[in-house]
């Protein structure tokens, strides 16, 4: 059973920083395409990056430029580093497959407020 757990949120100042981190267990994240989605208060789920050949596209055009999503296949983990960040970016993140497939961890919260 592929279990999903991410860590890295916080509160932030507009055009601050921050790195996500995903830890996967139950499926290789080297072999299969994986993504980072997020849900803002009163909004559906929405895709925001995804990494592998087989990704549709690697960055909503709301974050690109900006989120840079990466994996570390020895540690089994994937990563979004979040630079410039907007009150806009405030949600709660989660990672999963792409398209999604698996049970969705807890997330993490991100909050960009001054």
């Known amino acids: 059973q592929v279990q999903i757990a991410e860590s890295g949120g916080g509160l932030v100042q507009p055009g601050g920083s921050l790195k996500l981190s995903c830890t996967v267990s139950?499926?290789?994240?080297?072999?299969?395409?994986m993504g980072w989605y997020r849900q803002a208060p009163g909004k559906q789920r929405e895709s925001v990056a995804c990494?592998?050949?087989?990704?549709?596209?690697n960055y909503a055009d709301s974050v690109a430029g900006r989120f840079a999503i990466s994996r570390d296949n020895a540690k089994n983990m994937v990563y979004l580093q979040m630079n410039s960040l907007k009150p806009e970016d405030t949600a709660v993140y989660y990672c999963?497959?792409?398209?999604?497939?698996?049970?969705w961890g807890q997330g993490t919260q991100v909050i960009v407020s001054s």
């Open positions: 139950g499926s290789s994240v080297r072999l299969t395409e």
């Open positions: 990494i592998g050949t087989g990704c549709f596209t």
């Open positions: 999963n497959h792409w398209p999604p497939y698996s049970n």
